[in-house]
């Protein structure tokens, strides 16, 4: 946190935030070194619980790595999420996102051999790298990048799933301070603000470190960004219900941003979900956000 420069809110967040950065080093060495997608889940089993999925990002990203090599196989994140990375999908993708942030730009993955709805969070995991890395620009000087060329033919909406990544990093940039993270959020043009909040909520609910008055601050600072800001909670829900990794304070955050148990939030996600992926003008990604989001405010217990 020191070395980069983050704000540090108490000794409490900053171990929590630097532990998370060890283990998802600790998932990219494992993924890089095993010989075998079992080993590599052999290896990240050993991750306490509340840590795990974080070196599954890492995982994720050294997978990536692997793929962009000039010699090898080109599918060891495919071969990775039709196994053991499977139930662990959402923070994979993220961590191909870190890989694309450090990798030429020939040697991106193809989208075509990715979940067509999921895929998108490659991006989030781009986003999040370039405000982690690049924070003077990306926070400070609020860049984004026109017509991000990853996937082919996004019409825009890249930027947007690359501003939900800054908007996760938000949260670690920030040190977990929830004023200061709401603050952060408002310096940008208010037509980003939906999407930095949906990476705010993700963050707050599947990384923690925050104490239910910070959250209720988070929900009233966010006001009419309130729904995207109760997706990204329902994003995290569903990541941690569906890999078996939930712990006390994801409850506590979909409680007070989606006013719904962990267990009701993560079934949103997939009660909402389409069957089949069609992109209109906008992707279908952007339409199952948006539903969630809907369904939320309709369901929630708010207040």
């Known amino acids: 946190m020191a070395k980069r420069g983050f704000h540090r809110k108490s000794e409490e967040s900053t171990e929590l ?41 890492g995982a994720g990203m050294g997978l990536a790595m692997l793929d962009g090599l000039p010699f090898g196989h080109r599918h060891h994140v495919t071969d ?17 996102g870190w890989a694309m942030a450090r990798l030429p730009r020939f040697t991106w993955p193809s989208a075509k051999g990715f979940d067509p709805l999921l895929s998108w969070l490659v991006l989030d995991g781009y986003g999040f790298h370039q405000a982690y890395f690049r924070t003077r620009k990306y926070v400070d000087g609020q ?15 890249a930027d947007r799933v690359i501003d939900q990544g800054i908007g996760r990093a938000l ?20 037509h980003r603000h939906g999407d930095l909040y949906a990476g705010v909520g993700l963050a707050a609910t599947y990384a ?22 109760a997706q990204g909670s329902a994003f995290a829900a569903e990541a941690r219900v569906r890999a078996g990794l939930v712990v006390p304070h994801i409850g506590l955050a979909t409680e007070i ?47």
Do not use: M
């Open 17 to 57: 935030l630097e532990k998370i950065g060890e283990v998802f080093l600790t998932g990219y060495g494992d993924a890089v070194e095993s010989a075998t997608a079992r080993e590599t889940e052999e290896r990240l089993a050993q991750i306490p619980t509340r840590f795990r999925g974080f070196s599954y990002e």
């Open 80 to 96: 990775f999420l039709a196994g053991p990375g499977d139930p662990h999908n959402y923070l994979v993708y993220v961590g191909v």
């Open 143 to 157: 860049y984004q990048a026109p017509n991000f060329p990853w996937p082919r033919g996004n019409n825009g909406y």
């Open 171 to 190: 949260w670690f940039v920030c040190g977990t301070d929830a004023d200061l993270v709401t603050r952060t959020v408002a310096n940008f043009a208010p």
């Open 208 to 229: 923690g470190g925050v104490e239910a008055s910070e959250l209720r601050l988070l929900v009233e600072r966010a006001g009419e960004h309130r729904g995207p800001l």
């Open 257 to 303: 941003l989606c006013g719904l148990s962990v267990e009701d939030a993560a079934r949103i996600t997939q009660d909402v979900r389409p069957a089949v992926v069609v992109d209109g003008e906008l992707p279908a990604y952007d339409t199952w956000r948006v539903d969630i989001a809907r369904q939320i405010l309709a369901v929630g217990s708010f207040g």
